[in-house]
């Protein structure tokens, strides 16, 4: 479990510099870039591929335009993430992209967000990572995505004013799951590298997984659940102390994750987002106490765009206040950044 750290603060010319987004063609890059755009950041759009950037944004002027792969030159990108404040990785896989992005950022002098929702990914920022950018006065947040995130930032809001917890439980219930292509890339680059959090050690999950019943709100209800591998476990466990943090899901998702012939999601709207609805319920225990807290929404990729934006403009915000390796729950207080969210992309409940 790490602390964060203040140091000094960062220049007031590198919080004028515009956000540079990484894989902003992608599909998670085009909601990250909407959502940072929506709140008024300035953005550099980032990627491997011009054609692809310029699909995606055709009314993007050439000079918000960057192109440079990853596996080229390293002063090259390091002279690229210098253009920004901060960059945020929505390169999948991204253990391939965050060990050179990093690496860039901390030669540039700039703060590094990824929405990636790879455990190993998160581990390897906040266990190697850490200490560098606390060094020089810069921040590395992962994992600020649906996963990673939204239980992470949930269970600081429910845990409150207790030091500890005897075991925080995440149940996830999603209506559909239509993979995009980066998701099952990813899922092929991180094959075997699953994880659990058990009895204050990261462990690898049981052969079969456990499972239970959880009654939802509506329009859930009650759903059968699989004991799940999530980045919420390592954020989570990053910063509170408690010995046991399961992860559940629904199993109509996951069967459709694993099925070949599930198609990609598709668009219903003007922003983009797919009909998948989702509802996270988090319950803190500790000895005879519990304390819940839920937010419910629409397309877990689409929430990851006002979920980077929020941590984005909370860490420029605090000139070098918010240092080392974070995960979304540090980034000042929890409740209040879920808040910043809703109505519009969260529907929250903190009762009970």
Avoid at 67 to 92: M, P
Avoid at 155 to 163: N, Q
Avoid at 295 to 301: C, F, K, T
Wanted: aromatic share 6%; glycine share 10%; hydrophobic share 45%.
């Amino acid at each position: 479990m790490s602390i964060a750290t203040s140091l000094p603060s960062s220049s007031s010319p590198a919080v004028a510099r515009p956000v540079l987004v990484y894989g902003a063609a992608g599909h998670t890059g085009r909601f990250v870039v909407q959502a940072l755009r929506s709140q008024g950041h300035a953005v550099l759009l980032a990627g491997r591929d011009l054609g692809k950037l310029q699909a995606a944004f055709p009314h993007a002027p050439a000079e918000q335009l960057r192109v440079l792969a990853l596996d080229g030159d390293a002063a090259a990108l390091t002279a690229l993430l210098a253009e920004s404040a901060l960059v945020v990785n929505c390169a999948g896989p991204f253990a391939d992209s965050a060990p050179q992005l990093l690496q860039a950022g901390l030669q540039a002098g700039v703060h590094y967000v990824d929405v990636s929702a790879e455990q190993p990914t998160a581990r390897a920022v906040f266990e190697q990572w850490g200490g560098r950018f606390a060094a020089a006065g810069l921040c590395a947040a992962p994992a600020v995505a649906f996963y990673g995130a939204v239980g992470d930032l949930l269970a600081t809001s429910a845990l409150g004013d207790w030091p500890d917890a005897d075991a925080i439980d995440i149940h996830i219930a999603l209506d559909s799951w239509h993979p995009t292509a980066g998701t099952r890339k990813t899922g092929v680059r991180n094959a075997g590298q699953h994880i659990v959090y058990r009895d204050g050690q990261f462990q690898l999950p049981p052969a079969v997984p456990p499972r239970k019943a959880w009654a939802f709100a509506a329009p859930f209800g009650e759903q059968a659940m699989l004991g799940f591998s999530s980045a919420d476990a390592v954020t989570i466990a990053h910063h509170i102390r408690v010995p046991d943090v399961p992860a559940w899901m629904n199993e109509t998702p996951l069967t459709e994750l694993r099925a070949a012939d599930t198609p990609a999601p598709v668009a219903v709207d003007e922003s983009g987002r797919s009909a998948q609805r989702f509802l996270v319920d988090v319950v803190v225990r500790r000895g005879s106490e519990e304390r819940r807290a839920s937010a419910s929404g629409q397309d877990i990729y689409a929430i990851t765009g006002p979920l980077a934006a929020q941590a984005v403009g909370r860490i420029l915000a605090a000139k070098g206040a918010l240092s080392g390796a974070l995960s979304a729950g540090q980034l000042g207080d929890a409740r209040s950044f879920l808040q910043a969210l809703a109505p519009q992309y969260l529907q929250l409940d903190f009762g009970g």
